[in-house]
């Protein structure tokens, strides 16, 4: 039977959390990485615009569900900004968002056109707020209303910093579609402050990551899933930086700024490559850590869709220097990782519809104890 878990059907709605959200990244970036790889087939693109078309889908659904929790039951929602676990799943709602306006422009202008381009734009600002908002408010929220300590640390502490960088590579991947040489500019500039506002923070949390698992281990099983995450901040640096180099030398000087571009792009490819290295070690490690929880068992909750999202902004990265520095090694290695991306996505989604049917994942942890 449907919902056989849950008392009444309308708990779907009391017990919705942001963390269905990263449902639409996995799915989000899955089309896009698709859609990337070195050579194209008819099936597969479509493959990929239908994951794309399926993401536009889940985050409307995810939306309405979510807006109708505060609508229904709001004292019970406003718990979660005292939870330090399930309040930095907002950073998945911007990053998803993230991915549906990174397909209008791989998919949507193909189809429809350029005259799609003006919504894009403002889909991409609304997207810059809401990642500046979580990016602010909820580590304001961490040093002023939350409990935490170093031994319960997780890398979801990355979840609401890392936004405005996966907007950063949205606003790099908008530029050349705007017309205006003076909007590319701000739209350039901003996207490099996004970066700016994202990656030091991001790296400044996984340094503390680093010290905390060598001192407390691992964390819980149910929290198995969250050592891939560091590889998301690692890959979108990389990624960002690719992006928004590569149009940088002609927005620049058509904004009386000639040569700034030129260098933007020379040390965005250089720390490119020198962050995947970083991202590649950090990849093993997950690897290697996910093994031993495997050996001891692993129960399967929505933390699973962090194995998708950082390994596909990853291969993202992977193939994007491929095509940049023209080595077979990176175009190959981007394959491989677009299908352990594909399989894990298979595995993790065919588990999410099994229990959202049943109704075992809509848990809210914020009320769990009422």
């Known amino acids: 039977m449907p919902l056989s878990h849950l008392q009444h059907p309308r708990e779907v709605i009391r017990q919705f959390t942001p ?13 896009l990485a698709l859609k990337q790889l070195p050579f194209s087939a008819a099936p597969i693109d479509a493959v990929a615009e239908g994951l794309w078309l399926l993401t536009i889908g889940l985050f409307v659904l995810f939306t309405v569900l979510y807006a109708a929790r505060w609508l229904m039951f709001f004292n019970e ?3 979660i900004f005292g939870h330090s676990t399930v309040s930095m ?3 998945t709602i911007p990053m998803g968002l993230a991915t549906i306006i990174n397909g209008f422009l791989l998919f949507g202008v193909a189809r429809w056109g350029d005259a799609i381009v003006p919504m894009v734009t403002l889909l991409w600002w609304l997207d810059v707020a809401l990642a500046v908002l979580c990016g602010v408010a909820i580590p304001f929220l961490m040093f002023t209303r939350q409990e935490h300590s170093i031994d319960q640390m997780t890398a979801v502490w990355l979840l609401p910093v890392v936004a405005a960088e996966v907007a950063a590579v949205s606003g790099g991947l908008l530029v050349p579609h705007l017309s205006d040489a003076h909007q590319q500019f701000q739209v350039l500039v901003t996207s ?3 970066w700016g506002f994202s990656v030091p923070v991001a790296f400044s949390i996984l340094t503390v ?5 060598a001192l407390h281990k ?3 099983a149910n929290m198995a899933a969250s050592s891939w995450l560091a590889l998301g901040p690692i890959g979108t640096a990389a990624l960002g930086l690719l992006v928004l180099g590569q149009d940088a030398t002609a927005v620049f000087a058509a904004n009386h700024l000639a040569g700034v571009g030129d260098i933007a792009a020379v040390l965005g490819l250089v720390a490119a490559v020198a962050l995947w290295g970083f991202g590649l070690w950090w990849m093993l490690m997950a690897v290697l850590i996910t093994l031993r929880y495997l050996r001891h068992g692993m129960p399967f909750n929505l933390g699973w869709w962090a194995f998708t999202f950082p390994l596909g902004v990853f291969a ?6 491929g095509s940049v520095l023209q080595l077979g090694f990176f175009n190959g290695f981007g394959v491989l990782l677009v299908a352990a991306l594909a399989a894990m996505w298979l595995v993790v989604g065919k588990r999410t519809l099994r229990g959202a049917w049943r109704g075992e994942l809509f848990v809210s942890p914020c009320i769990a104890s009422i």
Request: without cysteine; glycine residues 8%; charged residues 10%.
């Open 192 to 194: 490099y402050v996004l």
């Open 316 to 321: 993202l990265t992977t193939l994007k220097l």
């Open 218 to 220: 691992l964390p819980p």
């Open 209 to 213: 990551l680093l010290l905390r698992m």
């Open 77 to 79: 929602a406003r718990r």
């Open 19 to 31: 963390n269905w959200f990263a449902a639409t990244m996995g799915t989000g970036v899955l089309a």
């Open 89 to 91: 799943f907002f950073g």
